[in-house]
Structures are given as C-alpha cells and as structure tokens.
C-alpha cells in the first residue's frame, strides 16, 4: 500500500519576493510549510544577497517549472566601480583596485558589446561543476578555475542612473544561465576600472512580476490560514509562452493515461509544443502533430 503523502494537495504559483540574507531554498520550504503542501519548488535560484522574484510552484504546477526558468527574465542590479572581488560581489575580498572613473557615456558605449547572443564565463564562486564539483566549493579551498565560457542572450543591457562617480545602476534583460556578477567584472575589465555587484533584485521572470509578489513576511503572518490561498496563481500561469489548445472529454481521457488526444487547434503548426485544457482545467503539456496532441507531461487535475 502506497504511503499517503503528507500536507495539502496543493496546485498553484505563488510569487515572493525574496529579502536579503536567505537561500531560495529556504524560501520555498517556509512556502510549503506555511502553506502545508505536499510538494513545492521554486523557478530560478536567486543568491541570498539578491531579492526580488522569486516563483514557486506548488504541486502539479512543479511539472511546468522548466517554462519559468527557460524564459526570459529582468534585473536591476548596481556595479561598484574601481574595484574587484574574488566573488565578483560585495561578499567578496577586494583582489583588484582602480582610480579610474569612467562616464556614463564611456559606459553606455561598453554595454552595446554585452547584447545579443554573447558568451560568458561564470563567476568562480559560482554553482557550475567543475569535474562533478560545485566550482564555488574548489574557490573556497583556493583554487583558481579555467570555467569555460558559456551562451547567453542578452536582451537589452541599459544604464539607468549614476548615484555617483563609484556606482552605476543597470538594468538587464536575458535569457536562462546569466550571471550578473560576470557582466559587472567584464564591463569593469572593458572600462578599465574592474567592477562588482553590490545590490541585485530581480524585476521579473518569465509571466512573473514583481507587482505579483507578496512579501516574505506575509509567509509567517498568515501561516496556515486559509487567507493566504488568495495569494496563489493558477498552475497555467507558467504556460503564458506555450499555445493552449482545447480538447475533447474523449481526448482528455487519452491524454491524461499517456496517449496521444484530439485537440482543437487553429494556427498551431505541426510539432509545436502546447498545453491542452478540458473546460479551461489543464490536462497536458505535449507537442501537436496533426490534430492530435501527444503529451510529454500530464496533469492529475480535473480527474
């Protein structure tokens, strides 16, 4: 017999933003705690010393996670200029120093360099494996790493305001697996100052905003309580980048036993992938091939 699993069967998104200080990962268990879910994870990791979205998902909604975090997402975040670190941040030791000062318009001039499609190196203190091992863990033992360069599209790149002489404020655009530190040590090293971050907060991440965000306090405040269920967005949230198709009672059933179910589509084309519904309940996630779709991930709701 099969053990019945422990907390609420709950299904859903909810956006928090994160407060200094705390792991993503601690962020989610008070989440699953507070609301006494089964099960929860979270669509891209912010540092502890970054807030800002971040995008839990409860239950079924886990299963389009991998849509979140693929997509695109904004940040602000500020350079320290003159200066940098062995963690390209300010928890960092300062292993470099400059008098120079660049521009604002010396700066707007670099950023152009750092769009499109470019490539990055992660910073050493960064979670990439490096022969199985984290790379941050062999930077705290000492270790000097050659991290292969990886791909990055960059959106947009902007200066936002310059407080003062030593600081600038950018915003970002990107894809999945950027690091913000690199742009603040690489634009440092292309301005000839050096660079690190010293505030970072994510603006949005794929169909998350910060304005759908509730505070990370809000977790204790009403833990338990069936108020904080208002707080929740619907599981096809994270979907807002995929087609929605409907379907049939009949394709429904097919679908949700792993086979392939009728749809009914208009401007989809051949193996597109898209989300099927059941009056408006979602039932899978798969790719369309002639009227049909066949699904790679499939939903218990509604059954």
């Known amino acids: 017999m099969a053990r019945r699993k422990k907390g609420r069967p709950l299904h859903g998104w909810l956006v928090i933003d994160k407060p200094l200080g705390i792991t993503s990962s601690a962020v989610v268990n008070k989440a699953k705690w507070a609301y006494d879910a089964q099960k929860a994870g979270h669509a891209g990791t912010l540092d502890p010393e970054a807030t800002g979205v971040l995008a ?119 894809g999945k697996g950027g690091y913000v530190r690199s742009v603040a040590r690489d634009l440092g090293h292309a301005l000839g100052c050096y660079g690190h971050v010293v505030q970072l907060r994510r603006l949005w991440a794929g169909p998350f905003e910060i304005e759908d965000s509730i505070p990370f306090e809000k977790l204790d405040e009403l833990a338990k309580d069936a108020a904080l269920d208002d707080f929740l967005l619907p599981l096809e949230s994270g979907l807002n980048d995929l087609e929605e198709l409907a379907c049939t009672p009949e394709g429904a059933a097919k679908l949700r036993n792993g086979n392939p179910g009728m749809v009914l589509a208009s401007n989809v084309e051949y193996g597109e992938e898209c989300w099927a519904s059941l009056d408006g309940v979602p039932v899978a996630i798969g790719v369309y091939k002639a009227g049909e779709l066949h699904p790679n991930r499939v939903f218990v709701l509604g059954e």
Request: glycine share 6%.
């Open 56 to 174: 839990i998902a409860f239950g079924e909604a886990t299963k389009t996670v991998p849509y979140v975090t693929d997509s695109m997402k904004a940040y602000r975040f500020t350079v320290r200029l003159g200066q940098g670190t062995n963690t390209d941040d300010r928890e960092g030791e300062v292993i470099a120093t400059s008098d120079k000062r660049p521009s604002a318009d010396e700066i707007r001039a670099a950023l152009s360099t750092f769009t499109g499609d470019i490539m990055q190196i992660p910073p050493q203190y960064s979670a990439v494996k490096v022969d199985g091992e984290r790379a941050y863990k062999r930077a705290r033992d000492g270790e000097e790493m050659d991290l292969l360069a990886r791909p990055l599209s960059v959106e947009s790149l902007e200066l936002v305001e310059m407080p003062d002489s030593d600081h600038a404020v950018l915003e970002m655009v990107c």
